[in-house]
């Protein structure tokens, strides 16, 4: 069993801290945006963004051992995000279809697509080497994340 992040009642701290780290310059504000994730969450491994382009989803800025380079939509659990476009949240990576390896010690995953004018422009994807790590809760704070992000767009 693993610790929850922060009690609800200093979220809005973490958000605050968050916000002032941006600055609208979008490659800056992702690396940023990673480098405050992997700062502040615990046991994760990896993360970062794919962002869309000419269909696939491309390596973005990223906290973690080297990545795949291009994901096609559908594949992985990436792909899968950017595709239903909702979040999905993963408990056993070795049990999802189509699961991309690209760090063997993941074991589970949150994906969050980032969608801007109704347009999907990539995804923010998180991994822990600790099954069933992540839960509705920690999938809420990586949606806020991306949506305070995405006002700096």
Known sequence: M???LLPKSQDASLFQQYE?????KWITDLSNTSAFLMDVFPDINWVGFYLMEEGKLFLGPFQG?????????????????????????????HAFPGHITCDPRSRSEVV?????????????????????????SDAQFFEK??????TQK
């Open 2 to 4: 693993y610790i929850k």
């Open 20 to 24: 002032a780290l941006l600055t609208g």
């Open 65 to 93: 051992k080297p990545a795949c380079t291009e994901i096609t939509l559908n594949r992985g659990v990436c792909g899968h995000a950017a595709t239903t476009q909702k979040t999905v949240v993963v408990e056993d990576v």
């Open 112 to 136: 969050v697509p980032m969608l801007s004018k109704g347009q999907l422009i990539g995804v923010l994807d998180v991994d822990s080497a600790t099954p069933n790590r992540f839960t509705e």
């Open 145 to 150: 994340i991306v949506t305070i992000l995405l």
